[in-house]
């Protein structure tokens, strides 16, 4: 059986927690407290990041190098679309999701709100919250405008790109930080989403300390 090394909320780690789900791969979840750099962690990589998967007698790091990896090894049910132009499009928006929206709202809110109290890195910097709570308006209106036009968020097939933003998130989600309210077209492909099979481990996740609000597993909100 695979083993991914993860923490909960990380939305990297819960992008292969979906690829994984969606594959039907079974894995056992072990948590990491990366922080700690534990010798053996740094053995698994190097780069002392989560997620790790073991997986074929490998140990694989980089979420998106994972799930490509998975995406060749075990292409059914495909999460990759076959056109050239399409698959840009898809590592374009993964890309947009672990870059753009990780900087400009994970970062800020969970990762303020979650991680420092976790990792004991002291209290929330209030500008960088104030900061992610503006910026993950501007990022629910380009998924409203990219939803107007398309049934997922890369065009007509759910993709490794529904996956990246949906770890991100659902992980916002957990500690009410989406107003699901601003874009009603995000919340409908959310909720189509998040009643996947594959969503199921996600939704069932409970982080010592912040208990998640009572919508969170609600698969109608
Ligand atoms: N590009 C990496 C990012 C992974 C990442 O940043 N993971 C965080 C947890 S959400 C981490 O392990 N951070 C530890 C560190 O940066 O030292 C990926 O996609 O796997």
């Not at 740094?42 to 980089?62: F, H, Q």
């Not at 996956?163 to 077209?185: G, K, Q, T």
């Amino acid at each position: 059986m695979a083993t991914l090394y993860h923490v909960p909320l990380s939305p990297f780690c819960r992008k292969v927690r979906l690829s994984l789900a969606e594959k039907k791969i079974e894995v056992q979840l072990v948590d990491e407290r990366y922080w700690e750099k534990d010798p053996d962690f740094l053995r698994r990589n190097p780069a002392g990041k989560v997620p790790v998967l073991k997986i074929d007698n490998k140990t694989l790091s980089e979420s998106s190098a994972i799930c490509e990896y998975l995406e060749d090894r075990y292409p059914t049910p495909s999460l990759m679309p076959k056109g050239p132009g399409q698959r840009f499009e898809v590592r374009r928006l993964v890309a947009w999701f672990d870059d753009k929206f990780h900087h400009e709202v994970t970062k800020n809110l969970l990762y303020e709100r979650v991680n420092r109290k976790i990792e004991g890195s002291g209290y929330p910097v209030a500008a960088n919250v104030k900061s992610g709570a503006k910026a993950i308006k501007y990022h629910l209106d380009y998924m409203s405008w990219l939803l107007d036009n398309r049934r997922w968020l890369a065009g007509d097939s759910m993709t490794l790109a529904d996956f990246a933003a949906a770890a991100h998130l659902s992980s916002l989600d957990y500690i009410r930080d989406v107003d699901w309210n601003r874009a009603p077209a995000v919340k409908d492909w959310y909720a189509k989403i998040k009643s996947r099979p594959a969503f199921r481990s996600i939704l069932a996740d409970h982080v010592p300390g912040f208990p998640p609000p009572r919508h969170y597993a609600n698969l109608d909100f």
